[in-house]
C-alpha cells in the first residue's frame, strides 16, 4: 500500500497540534500595513487593508472548518510596540465583529424577502388553482397565465432564498467568526 503524501493544505500552512489550529502567517514591515491607509479613523477603530482581509479570507477557505486559525504577523525587530499590538488586535476584531453584524443583517434581509416572496407566491398561485375554468375571453386568459408565471417565479425565489442564498450566509458567517475568534500572535525577526 502506498504511503499518503501531504495535502496542499499541509503543505502550504503550519499545523498546531496542541491548539488544533493552523497558522496564516503574514510577514510585515510596519504595524501600518494591516490598516486602510485611507481610513482617518484612530488606529483601535480603523479598517484594515483590503489587501490584508484578502489574504486572511481566502486562506482560511483554503483550511477547512473543523481547525481553528491562528494569525502570526512577523514584523522587524526594531519595530516592536505592545501599544500597537493591541491597536492592530482591536482593529482586527472590530473589523471582523463588523463584518459579522454586516451578515446578521443580511440574514434578516434575507429572512424577510423569503417570507415576503413565499406570501405573494401564494397569493398569485391559490386564485389560479381554485378558479380552474376556461373562458373565452383572450384578455381573461392572458392574466391569468401571467399571475401563474408570476407565481412560479416567486416561489422559485423562495426556494432559492430557502436553500441556495442561505446557506451562502451561513457559511460566510462561519467563516467571519472563524477569523474573529482567531488568536493573533507578533513575532519580530531580526533582519
Known amino acids: 500500500m502506498r504511503k499518503k503524501g501531504l495535502s496542499p493544505i499541509q503543505k502550504q500552512y503550519i499545523y498546531e497540534k496542541d491548539s488544533n489550529a493552523y497558522l496564516i502567517e503574514i510577514s510585515l514591515d510596519d504595524y501600518d500595513d ?30 477547512p ?31 471582523y465583529g463588523y463584518m459579522i453584524e454586516k451578515i446578521n443583517k443580511n440574514k434578516i434581509k434575507l429572512r424577510k424577502r423569503t417570507v415576503f416572496y413565499f406570501v405573494l407566491a401564494t397569493l398569485f398561485l391559490s ?26 417565479v416567486f416561489l422559485w425565489e423562495f ?15 462561519k467563516l467571519y467568526r472563524r477569523l474573529y475568534q482567531s488568536e493573533i500572535r507578533f513575532i519580530y525577526i531580526t533582519l
Request: aromatic share 18%; hydrophobic share 40%.
Open 65 to 95: 472548518m473543523k481547525y481553528n486559525l491562528n494569525i502570526v504577523l512577523y514584523l522587524p525587530e526594531n519595530k516592536k510596540d505592545r501599544n500597537k499590538e493591541t491597536a492592530v488586535d482591536s482593529a482586527y476584531r472590530n473589523y
Open 159 to 173: 426556494f432559492t432564498n430557502l436553500f441556495i442564498k442561505s446557506r451562502e450566509i451561513n457559511n460566510q458567517d
Open 127 to 152: 386564485p389560479v388553482f381554485f378558479f380552474q375554468y376556461e373562458t373565452a375571453n383572450i384578455v381573461f386568459n392572458v392574466i391569468k397565465e401571467g399571475i401563474l408565471i408570476g407565481g412560479w
Open 34 to 63: 494591516v490598516y486602510d491607509e485611507w481610513d482617518p479613523a484612530p488606529f483601535k477603530k480603523r479598517f484594515i487593508e483590503e489587501e490584508f482581509d484578502d489574504f486572511i479570507v481566502s486562506s482560511s477557505e483554503d483550511i
